[in-house]
T-cell receptor, first 114, second 111 residues
Framework: EAQVTQNPRYLITVTGKKLTVTCSQNMNHEYMSWYRQDPGLGLRQIYYSMNVEVTDKGDVPEGYKVSRKEKRNFPLILESPSPNQTSLYFC?????????????FGPGTRLLVL | AQSVSQHNHHVILSEAASLELGCNYSYGGTVNLFWYVQYPGQHLQLLLKYFSGDPLVKGIKGFEAEFIKSKFSFNLRKPSVQWSDTAEYFCALSSTNKLIFGTGTLLAVQP
């Protein structure tokens, strides 16, 4: 089954404790992206990747890092989480640049930073 | 700057009522538009999309949307909603390397 998976689905952590949210897709998509969803703000792009070893900032990249060492995986790293990063995070993938092609979304990771 | 506006933040309807959710966009070039739905506790799913051609687009679950270029709009419609349509609906515009989302509309359908 074609899908985007994320782990963990729920995470409670404390300020400053490094964490990684994994994202994996089995559709051989070149493009992958991370969004955060906040009430009243919709979804905003954090980082995206056009292909292996090619990543770039989205609209709200501060406090986040990403890597793309393999085509299927695109982890999101919070080196020193802060309470303002409490949010719902979605990973997405698509075949081309995430423009005209349809993006497929993962199930989401709900993060609470205390 | 490109943007998407959804003016209805919360909509409450009774079952069998007709639905229309507004979506306006700001972009001067060729647009690709999407409606996504997020059921409670679930991820975003594509309802329908417009790339070109017929401006009336039909999607899944009986939803449709009409692209009106002169009004910069892409409103979502359904003639008769069901309780199971309770969800949050997002309009999105395709831009270089990302989707630009509206703030979403929470739809609650009362049985």
């Amino acid at each position: 089954e074609a899908q985007v998976t994320q782990n963990p689905r729920y995470l409670i952590t404390v300020t400053g404790k490094k964490l990684t949210v994994t994202c994996s897709q089995n559709m051989n998509h070149e493009y992958m992206s991370w969004y955060r969803q906040d009430p009243g703000l919709g979804l905003r792009q954090i980082y995206y990747s056009m292909n292996v070893e090619v990543t770039d900032k989205g609209d709200v990249p501060e406090g986040y890092k990403v890597s793309r060492k393999e085509k299927r995986n695109f982890p999101l790293i919070l080196e020193s989480p802060s309470p303002n990063q409490t949010s719902l995070y979605f990973c997405a993938s698509s075949y081309v640049r995430g423009g005209a092609e349809t993006q497929y979304f993962g199930p989401g990771t709900r993060l609470l930073v205390l | 700057a490109q943007s998407v506006s959804q003016h209805n933040h919360h909509v409450i309807l009774s079952e069998a009522a007709s639905l229309e959710l507004g979506c306006n966009y700001s972009y001067g070039g060729t647009v690709n538009l999407f409606w996504y739905v997020q059921y409670p506790g679930q991820h975003l799913q594509l309802l329908l999309k417009y790339f070109s051609g017929d401006p009336l687009v039909k999607g899944i679950k009986g939803f449709e949307a009409e692209f009106i270029k002169s009004k910069f709009s892409f409103n979502l419609r359904k003639p008769s909603v069901q309780w199971s349509d309770t969800a949050e609906y997002f309009c999105a515009l395709s831009s270089t390397n990302k989707l630009i989302f509206g703030t979403g509309t929470l739809l609650a359908v009362q049985p």
